[in-house]
T-cell receptor, first 114, second 113 residues
Framework: AQSVTQLDSQVPVFEEAPVELRCNYSSSVSVYLFWYVQYPNQGLQLLLKYLSGSTLVKGINGFEAEFNKSQTSFHLRKPSVHISDTAEYFCAVSDLGGGNKLTFGTGTQLKVEL | KAGVTQTPRYLIKTRGQQVTLSCSPISGHRSVSWYQQTPGQGLQFLFEYFSETQRNKGNFPGRFSGRQFSNSRSEMNVSTLELGDSALYLC????????????FGPGTRLTVL
């Protein structure tokens, strides 16, 4: 069984400040890791994914994440946020070769303020 | 390329009724997954269909069922609706394996009164 923990339910940050959204996972097998963003009244959009290789993954909209196997973490970072980054962010995992079942964390609401 | 479409976008039903939601995947995608999103339980996997066969199933009661047609379009059905079934139901499509990006539709907002 897998689980994903997003410790911060809400993260307020000022515009142009850096931000880190934390994600830790637990799994007995190797997994793929994902970050999705959800804007109000919309579906989910993929920000980035880690499948293998370099542990630093770059995604869309200036986001990046680092996979740390020893700490079972996959934290999301952005060096300078914009008002338009206000949204809910979900970390997710899936089994290798096990189809498309995603296990999501509870989400982190990022609120960017002026 | 058109995205994932879900119909209807909003639905109001009463307890005990049944409901059918539809999802049209991106052209060429053979996998369709369904998720339930609620404030209390978050995002939970319902099931996945690939080439008309259920490939994965989440921990939901048998009242929740689905199917996939030969054109990859999928439907999910919920029978004997309960108040707790009120949720946003999201559909996602992808080419095949778990390494492929899943593209999500805008969801169907179901309210059970």
């Amino acid at each position: 069984a897998q689980s994903v923990t997003q410790l911060d339910s809400q993260v307020p940050v000022f515009e142009e400040a850096p931000v880190e959204l934390r994600c830790n996972y637990s799994s007995s097998v190797s997994v793929y890791l994902f970050w999705y963003v959800q804007y109000p009244n919309q579906g989910l959009q993929l920000l980035l994914k880690y499948l293998s290789g370099s542990t630093l993954v770059k995604g869309i909209n200036g986001f990046e994440a680092e996979f740390n196997k020893s700490q079972t973490s996959f934290h999301l970072r952005k060096p300078s946020v914009h008002i338009s980054d206000t949204a809910e962010y979900f970390c997710a995992v899936s089994d290798l070769g096990g189809g498309n079942k995603l296990t999501f964390g509870t989400g982190t609401q990022l609120k960017v303020e002026l | 390329k058109a995205g994932v479409t879900q119909t209807p976008r909003y639905l109001i039903k009463t307890r005990g009724q049944q409901v059918t939601l539809s999802c049209s995947p991106i052209s060429g995608h053979r996998s369709v997954s369904w998720y339930q999103q609620t404030p209390g339980q978050g995002l939970q996997f319902l099931f996945e269909y690939f080439s008309e066969t259920q490939r994965n199933k989440g921990n939901f009661p048998g009242r929740f069922s689905g199917r996939q047609f030969s054109n990859s379009r999928s439907e999910m059905n919920v029978s004997t609706l309960e108040l707790g079934d009120s949720a946003l139901y999201l559909c996602a499509s992808s080419f095949s394996g778990s390494y492929n990006e899943q593209f999500f539709g805008p969801g169907t907002r179901l309210t059970v009164l």
